[in-house]
């Protein structure tokens, strides 16, 4: 029996959207880098301890036990962890299958690199690509990572020292930690980028919507955190960041099964006031074009106006269907009197040679 300790351990929070999770662990188990655990936390049996009840692979080890939310979860599995370097996976998300590898090599690489993260591809429900990739931009740390699905946490490594000197997820945070995390971490320790998606993102029905209140005190607590000591020229910088955040709750708005275009609209409304030039941004115009398009398809004074050119197009159709068949009557006509006129001027012909 080997005693040898993985040197990575791979985190799987599997509390929602489990039926996704069969994908989500096959892509952990075709990475090229094997010295590797995986950590997974449920709380269902039932629903995921037969589907694995079958497979010998002693680096899968399931933790079931009540869901004690996102951070705290994390959180166990980061203290029973035994890996140098810990991944972190959104139960839906995928890994390429050299993801581990680059990422180890490059935390092997660099020993003041605390932080490697990837870009990302953007797949639907079904797990199939949207053909759009994220390039986050953690150089602006401070503004815009984790506010509009920047540094994704299914797309990072992390040196386990590192915990040491910041922490662990706060456990205050119950819908998105992990922006604070970052920000934290930022603050000591070196980033690494990864310029390739090693990441596919699934993008499914949004819980943030469901929860709108929480995520929006999450994220007013991670912003006055990050700037509870900044200096006094780094206000523009807070404005913009609580900007980004109406901006991404308003888009979470959108992606939920029923939007509601005027919470939408106040979200955006909100990010203007706050940051005035966002309003000039390529995500703020397509938010906000999708909010006025919606409140189109909702609004009972366009359902009407559609009903209308409906019933104009049914009449329009019966009435040139009608003029078709008028012209066609009429042309018959023209041809059988044309043709009377002839058989007329042919017999007067013929009586005119009889009489000579």
Known sequence: MSLKLPKVS?????????????ATINSILQQTYTNFEVLIFNDDYNQTGRWFKGRQDSRLKFIFQENLGISQTFNQGILEAQGKYLSLINVGDLWHPHKLQKQVFSLDYDSEVGLVYSWLMLIDHHGKSTGKIVKPHPERMNSQIGVGNQVCL??????????DS????DHQLKAIPAWDLWLRLSQRHQLQKIPEPLVYWRQRQSSLVENLLIVETDLQTTIEKAYLDAAPELFPLKCRSYACASLFLANNVLHHHDPDPAIADNYC???????????????FIKVRLAVITLSCLKSDRFCRLLLLIEETEVVLRSTIHKIKEYSRSVWDWMLEEEDLIIFWKNSKVERQGKDY
């Open 269 to 283: 409304y909100q990010a203007l006031q706050h940051y005035p030039l966002i309003g000039f941004s390529a995500e």
């Open 166 to 169: 910041i922490g662990l997820f």
């Open 154 to 163: 299914s797309s990072v490594m992390v040196r386990r020292r590192c915990f």
């Open 10 to 22: 791979i985190i799987v929070s599997a509390y929602q959207g489990v039926r996704y999770l069969p």
